[in-house]
């Protein structure tokens, strides 16, 4: 495996901030990605990094160091539905260089955010 | 667009059964990946294929095969199922391997008794 660790279980007011911390270990490093899911339903998109830094998008923003191995992602101004499991994935070039779009999940975060 | 479409929804299988499970996508992708997730175990790649007529194997491929005869359609067979084969497999697309979002499909909920 890739080693991607991320916490099981999060909980979080409504209208609070939460960071999901992600740290990985891999060689070839090709980016890491954030997906939701919703219970009974299928992964979806939030967010990718490939460089150090911060990207922020709406309520949400995700962070990289490569140097640590490290990523987080934040939600702001929490809300009802954004209680879900959220995916942190790795994408590594094989020893050809070559990624073949593969996407490396940690075991998920799931997030329950209360009245 | 209809994106990333499953069939069946739901299955129940008994041990030894064969079935194969339909992934079609109507946006040109040239990358296609079967996935399975299991409680605690997070999404484990099955099979990928990276054009129409190529396949290939992923972190868990055995008791598994798969086809890619045109570029929209990814079939998932399981000859002889076994209990633990039971698991929510997740069909995805991406156009190209540098494109950074999968697209997935809804899942197959499959149970082997």
């Known amino acids: 495996g890739q080693n991607i660790d991320q916490p099981t279980e999060m909980t979080a007011t409504e209208g609070a901030i939460v960071q999901i911390n992600c740290t990985y270990q891999?060689?070839?490093?090709?980016?890491l990605f954030w997906y939701q899911q919703h219970a009974g339903e299928a992964p979806t998109f939030l967010s990718y990094n490939v460089l150090d830094g911060l990207e922020e998008k709406g309520r949400f923003s995700s962070f990289l160091s490569r140097s640590k191995g490290y990523s987080y992602l934040l939600l702001k101004e929490l809300q009802m539905k954004d209680s879900a499991s959220y995916l942190c994935?790795?994408?590594?070039?094989?020893?050809?260089?070559?990624?073949?779009?593969?996407?490396?999940f940690g075991r998920g975060t799931q997030l329950t955010v209360w009245p | 667009n209809a994106g990333v479409t499953q069939t069946p929804k739901f299955r129940v299988l008994k041990t030894g059964q064969s079935m194969t499970l339909l992934c079609a996508q109507d946006m040109n992708h040239e990358y296609m990946y079967w996935y399975r997730q299991d409680p605690g175990m997070g999404l484990r790649l099955i099979h990928y294929?990276?054009?129409?007529?190529?396949?290939a194997k992923g972190e868990v491929p055995d008791g598994y095969n798969v086809s890619r005869l045109k570029k929209q359609n990814f079939l998932l067979g399981l000859e002889s199922a076994a209990p633990s084969q039971t698991s929510v497999y997740f069909c995805?697309?991406?156009?190209?391997?540098?494109?950074?979002?999968?697209?997935f499909g809804p899942g197959t909920r499959l149970t082997v008794l």
């Open positions: 294929s990276v054009g129409e007529g190529t396949t």
């Open positions: 995805a697309s991406t156009f190209s391997e540098w494109h950074n979002e999968q697209f």
């Open positions: 994935a790795v994408r590594r070039l094989s020893d050809r260089g070559s990624t073949l779009g593969r996407l490396y």
């Open positions: 891999t060689s070839g490093f090709n980016g």
